[in-house]
């Protein structure tokens, strides 16, 4: 995700150009400093908490129960490459990327559901 300086958005904003404003992935990383300070503080818990609802924003939202590494289910998984870790097998979810991606999961149903008209 690219960092803008104040000057940046500034002359952007002028520029009629708003959607520095409204990029999802600015938003959420936006919204989630505002709750949680410097992601450098972040616990590995929040870290979890942030990334499901990226994979759901971003359109490849992990499996619950997923591998830790890149969430494709155990069942589909085999040996798998993923950048920073490379080739690896299935590795449980830590309990809290797991509560993580159910969270998302479940945010995205509900935000999904009000879309559609649902109650």
């Given at each position: 995700m690219a960092e803008y300086t104040q000057d940046e958005k500034a002359a952007a904003l002028r520029a009629g150009e708003n959607w520095l404003e409204t990029d999802p992935e600015l938003l959420l990383m936006g919204r989630f400093m505002d709750d949680h300070?410097?992601?450098?503080?972040?616990?590995?818990?929040?870290?979890?908490?942030y990334?499901?609802?990226h994979n759901v924003l971003m359109g490849n939202g992990a499996v619950?129960?997923?591998?830790?590494h890149c969430g494709i289910p155990e069942r589909e998984h085999a040996r798998r490459w993923t950048d920073g870790i490379g080739w690896h097998p299935w590795v449980q979810p830590?309990?809290?990327q797991t509560l993580a991606r159910m969270k998302a999961r479940r945010a995205a149903r509900a935000t999904n559901s009000l879309k559609d008209g649902a109650r």
């Open positions: 300070g410097d992601p450098s503080t972040w616990s590995q818990a929040m870290e979890d908490l990334m499901a609802e619950p129960s997923g591998c830790q830590r309990s809290s």
